[in-house]
């Protein structure tokens, strides 16, 4: 077993400050966060709308921003379409691109496939920073699953693509999986950003893969608002074993049984703006009115936001 000064050797002091409660370094009258809203546009893919009509649903529902899918905006300018194009777009439409859904290779252990993630990585920052998206996903994405962690290293290879994030201000979310049996849990995903040692390290949740994956969703009350600035809004049902449920399981906000009313008070008490980005693949919304489907989310999470 480690010994504390070894763990605090191995992580830095300034990464594991990140993640100490923010009630212990603002003092008891640290002022709660504010929210914003996000359409990931995931939630209205199955109805094949394309990218610019899920830019107008997002803005003619009411959301602030919206998450984009790389694989989206690549098909988009493979089509001849420019990014400036794409940007002046958005911005019409009065809305901000929060995060982009990556899946580069950018941890897994084979170092050609790792080179090629990076350099994937680096050419899908240039895009989001032509956006104004200054954020990335970064999930375990070509790891085998079952494959063990080695959260040291990970942390290492986390630091790297920080690096390579600020040349472009684009910061890599690190996103765990709850079903991956890889990077599956918030504790791996605090240990890795720790192991970074990186001021701009920060943690992308998801609530239905805090619940699948088993880490519960106490550990939010471990971290301060820099750590998260955006979380993936969802909720699950209750009568259908954990290890059974699937992405495509996810319900609206507020249909399901997750404790959401506590994790949006645990994300006010960290202080900072949270961006609760709607994130669902559920194929019987998919087979509704992609509107309808936007209003309803964004509905139930201002609902719960002013519940909680």
Same mark, same amino acid.
């Given at each position: 077993?480690? %010994?504390?000064?070894?763990?605090?050797?191995?992580?830095?002091?300034?990464?594991?400050?990140?993640?100490?409660?923010?009630?212990?370094?603002?003092?008891?009258?640290?002022?709660?966060?504010?929210?914003?809203?996000?359409?990931?546009?995931?939630?209205?893919?199955?109805?094949?709308?394309?990218?610019?009509?899920?830019?107008?649903?997002?803005?003619?529902?009411? +959301?602030?921003?919206?998450?984009?899918?790389? %694989?989206?905006?690549?098909?988009?300018?493979?089509?001849?379409?420019?990014?400036?194009?794409?940007?002046?777009?958005?911005?019409?439409?009065?809305?901000?691109?929060?995060?982009?859904?990556?899946?580069?290779?950018?941890?897994?252990?084979?170092?050609?496939?790792?080179?090629?993630?990076?350099?994937?990585?680096?050419?899908?920052?240039?895009?989001?920073?032509?956006?104004?998206? =200054?954020?990335?996903?970064?999930?375990?994405?070509?790891?085998?699953?079952?494959?063990?962690?080695?959260?040291?290293?990970?942390?290492?290879?986390?630091?790297?693509?920080?690096?390579?994030?600020?040349?472009?201000?684009?910061?890599?979310?690190?996103?765990?999986?709850?079903?991956?049996?890889?990077?599956?849990?918030?504790?791996?995903?605090?240990?890795?950003?720790?192991?970074?040692?990186?001021?701009?390290? =920060?943690?992308?949740?998801?609530?239905?893969?805090?619940? =699948?994956?088993?880490?519960?969703?106490?550990?939010?009350?471990?971290?301060?608002?820099?750590?998260?600035?955006?979380?993936?809004?969802?909720? +699950?049902?209750?009568?259908?074993?954990?290890?059974?449920?699937?992405? #495509?399981?996810?319900? +609206?906000?507020?249909?399901?049984?997750?404790?959401?009313?506590?994790?949006?008070?645990?994300?006010?008490?960290?202080?900072?703006?949270?961006?609760?980005?709607?994130?669902?693949?559920?194929?019987?919304?998919?087979?509704?009115?992609?509107?309808?489907?936007?209003?309803? #989310?964004?509905?139930?999470?201002?609902?719960?936001?002013?519940?909680?």
């Amino acid at each position: 077993m480690l %010994s504390r000064r070894t763990l605090i050797k191995r992580t830095g002091v300034a990464a594991l400050s990140a993640f100490i409660p923010s009630f212990i370094k603002a003092g008891p009258n640290h002022a709660g966060g504010a929210f914003r809203f996000c359409l990931n546009t995931s939630t209205i893919r199955g109805q094949n709308v394309g990218l610019l009509k899920s830019l107008e649903i997002a803005s003619a529902a009411g +959301y602030d921003g919206v998450e984009l899918w790389v %694989s989206d905006i690549r098909d988009y300018l493979k089509q001849g379409n420019k990014v400036d194009t794409l940007a002046k777009f958005i911005a019409d439409r009065g809305l901000t691109v929060e995060n982009a859904i990556s899946f580069t290779t950018w941890m897994v252990n084979d170092a050609a496939k790792r080179k090629a993630g990076l350099k994937d990585l680096e050419e899908e920052m240039k895009i989001m920073a032509a956006l104004g998206c =200054r954020r990335i996903a970064a999930p375990p994405s070509g790891v085998d699953k079952g494959e063990p962690v080695d959260l040291p290293q990970t942390g290492i290879y986390y630091r790297e693509i920080l690096d390579l994030g600020r040349k472009y201000k684009v910061i890599p979310q690190l996103e765990f999986w709850g079903a991956s049996g890889t990077l599956y849990s918030l504790s791996q995903a605090l240990a890795i950003a720790a192991a970074a040692n990186d001021p701009d390290a =920060r943690i992308l949740p998801d609530v239905y893969h805090l619940f =699948r994956g088993g880490s519960g969703f106490n550990g939010l009350k471990l971290m301060n608002g820099r750590a998260i600035e955006i979380i993936h809004m969802n909720d +699950y049902p209750g009568n259908k074993p954990v290890n059974e449920q699937t992405d #495509g399981d996810r319900v +609206y906000p507020g249909d399901g049984v997750a404790p959401l009313k506590q994790v949006l008070q645990d994300l006010r008490v960290m202080g900072g703006t949270k961006v609760l980005s709607l994130e669902l693949f559920n194929k019987t919304y998919w087979a509704q009115d992609p509107l309808l489907v936007a209003k309803t #989310g964004l509905q139930k999470m201002k609902a719960l936001v002013n519940e909680a």
